[in-house]
C-alpha cells in the first residue's frame, strides 16, 4: 500500500509525531510505500518525511489567519494545508492517515480530502469531538453541544466552543473520514457525541523497544553515574510545567517520603521555579532528552516512574518506562488503567487525592516489588503493544477502509 501519514511535527515534539513517525518506519519495514508530511518539523527530517509545501506570501496569510482564529477560540478555518499542499501531492496514495489536528489541521482538510480519497484520523486527544479543549476533564458539556465553556481561558478569547463542536460533528459523520482511538477510554468519549458515517476502532498504539537498547538496572546506573544502592523515582514530562501533568502532585508526596532517603531522576524541561521546589532533596536534572538510547536508560535506572497526569489517553512516557523494566505509580485517569494494570504493571491512586499518593508511593518503596512489577511492564508490552501486532492491526483496519470505499464506489 502507499500510506501517506500528516502530522504537525515530527521526532520528539509530541506525542502524536511521535507515534507517527515511529508506525512510518515500522510500515517500511512491512514492505509499505510511505511518505510523513509534517506541518512544522522540529528536528532533521528522515528519509520518508517531507515539509507541507507552502508557496508564497498568500499561503502564510491564509496561516497567519488560523493563528488568529484560534486565538480567538475557532478550529482553524482556512483548509490551507489542502489549498497549497496535500491536494497536488496525493494522488500516488492509497489512503491518508492524519496524527493529530490541534492547533495545526483545518477538520475542512480532512473533508475535502475525503472526497477524493479515504481519510483516517488517530485521535491522540479530546480535541477531535470537543468544542477546542484538549481534555475536558470534569466537563461533559461536550456530550451536548458546548457553548458557555467553564474553561474558555485555555481555548480562546471568545466562545466558539459550540461552533467548533458542531464541525467536528459534521466531520465524523463523512462516510470517508475513520477513525482510529489509541485507548478504549478516549473511544468511549467520543462516542458519547460523534456519529460515525466511516469505521470507528481501537487500535492501541504500538511500541518499538529497540532504539531502548534496555539495561539492567545497576548496569544503566553506572553508565549514568547515578547512586547504586538507593532508591530512585523518575519523574518525566515534555512539559513539566504543564498543570495538566500534575507533577505538583509528584513533588509533594516525595517531599512527605523524603526520609526515605530518595534520589529523584528529573526528565523534561524545567523551570527556575521547579527547580527551587525541588531544592533539599537529591535530584539528577536529565533536561529534555532527545536521544532514544539515553532516554532508555534513563528509565531503566529508576525503581518506579511516578506519573500524577491529571487527564491523558495512552501515554508514551509509560509505555517507554515499561519498555525498559520500570513500574508505574500513577493517577487512575483517561487510558491510564489499560497500561498500569494494578497488582500486575503497577499501582493507581484516585485523581488528585495527595495524602493516597504519598501513602502508596512510601508503600511501594518499602515493599520491595518494583522489580517484579517492572518484568510484568515489560512483558506486557511484548505481549499486547509490539510492532508486528501495531503494524498488522493497521494494515487490517487499511484494507477494511479501502474495501469500502471500492463498495460505495461500486454502488454508483
Known amino acids: 500500500m502507499k500510506i501517506a501519514l500528516v502530522s504537525k511535527t515530527n521526532g520528539c ?5 511521535f507515534f507517527a513517525e515511529n508506525l512510518g518506519g515500522c510500515l517500511i519495514e512491512a514492505g509499505h510505500s510511505v511518505t510523513q508530511f509534517c506541518v512544522d518539523p522540529r528536528q532533521d527530517l528522515r528519509p520518508w518525511q517531507q515539509p507541507m509545501p507552502v508557496s508564497g506570501w498568500v499561503s502564510r496569510v491564509v496561516r497567519h489567519a488560523n493563528w488568529r482564529a484560534r486565538q480567538w477560540g475557532m478550529i482553524e478555518p ?4 489542502y489549498w497549497f499542499g496535500l491536494r497536488n501531492q496525493i494522488k500516488p496514495f492509497d489512503l491518508i492517515h492524519f496524527h493529530d489536528l490541534y492547533m495545526a489541521i483545518s477538520p475542512k482538510t480532512l473533508r475535502a480530502l475525503g472526497r477524493r480519497k479515504p481519510v483516517l484520523l488517530t485521535v ?10 484538549l481534555y475536558p476533564q470534569d466537563c461533559q458539556r461536550f456530550t451536548d453541544s458546548c457553548g458557555s465553556c467553564p474553561r474558555l481561558a485555555e481555548i480562546g478569547r471568545f466562545d466558539f466552543t459550540r461552533g467548533n463542536l458542531k464541525q467536528m460533528r459534521t466531520l465524523a459523520q463523512s462516510e470517508s473520514v475513520n477513525y482510529a482511538f489509541p485507548s478504549r477510554w478516549i473511544q468511549g468519549e ?14 492501541p498504539n504500538g511500541f518499538d523497544p529497540r532504539p531502548y537498547e534496555f539495561k539492567p538496572r545497576k548496569s544503566a546506573r553506572a553508565v549514568l553515574g547515578l547512586p547504586q544502592e538507593k532508591k530512585i523515582v523518575a519523574i518525566s514530562s515534555a512539559a513539566l510545567d504543564d498543570h495538566r501533568k500534575g507533577v505538583h502532585f509528584a513533588l509533594q508526596a516525595l517531599i512527605a517520603n523524603r526520609n526515605l532517603d530518595l534520589h529523584i531522576l528529573v526528565i523534561g ?3 527556575a ?19 532514544r538510547p539515553r532516554l532508555g536508560l534513563l528509565y531503566a535506572a529508576a525503581d518506579l516512574l511516578l506519573f500524577p497526569s491529571l487527564a491523558d489517553n495512552l501515554p508514551i512516557t509509560i509505555q517507554e518506562a515499561m519498555a525498559a523494566g520500570t513500574p508505574t505509580l500513577a493517577f487512575d485517569v483517561g487510558g491510564v488503567p489499560e497500561l498500569v494494570r494494578p497488582g ?3 499501582w493507581l491512586v484516585p485523581a488528585g487525592d495527595q495524602a493516597a499518593m504519598n501513602v502508596k508511593l512510601r508503600e511501594i518503596l518499602e515493599s520491595g ?3 517484579v512489577y517492572g518484568e510484568r511492564a515489560r512483558n506486557l508490552m511484548r505481549e499486547e503493544f509490539s510492532v508486528a501486532q501495531c503494524v498488522q492491526r493497521h494494515e487490517d483496519l487499511y484494507q477494511t477502509i479501502l474495501s469500502a470505499r471500492r463498495g460505495r464506489r461500486g454502488k454508483h
Not at 78 to 81: A, F, K
Not at 124 to 133: E, I, L, P, R, Y
Request: glycine share 16%; aromatic share 6%; net charge negative.
Open 124 to 133: 491522540h486527544d479530546c480535541s477531535a469531538f470537543t468544542g477546542g479543549c
Open 190 to 203: 467520543a462516542a458519547c457525541t460523534l456519529d460515525f458515517g466511516g469505521e470507528s476502532v481501537h487500535l
Open 273 to 291: 521555579a521547579l527547580e527551587m521546589a525541588l531544592e533539599g532533596l537529591e535530584v539528577t536534572l536529565a533536561g529534555f532528552v532527545t536521544e
Open 269 to 271: 524541561r524545567i523551570s
Open 13 to 17: 515534539g509530541g506525542g502524536a509525531s
Open 369 to 371: 516489588e518494583t522489580p
Open 344 to 346: 500486575t504493571t503497577g
Open 78 to 81: 482556512l483548509p490551507w494545508e
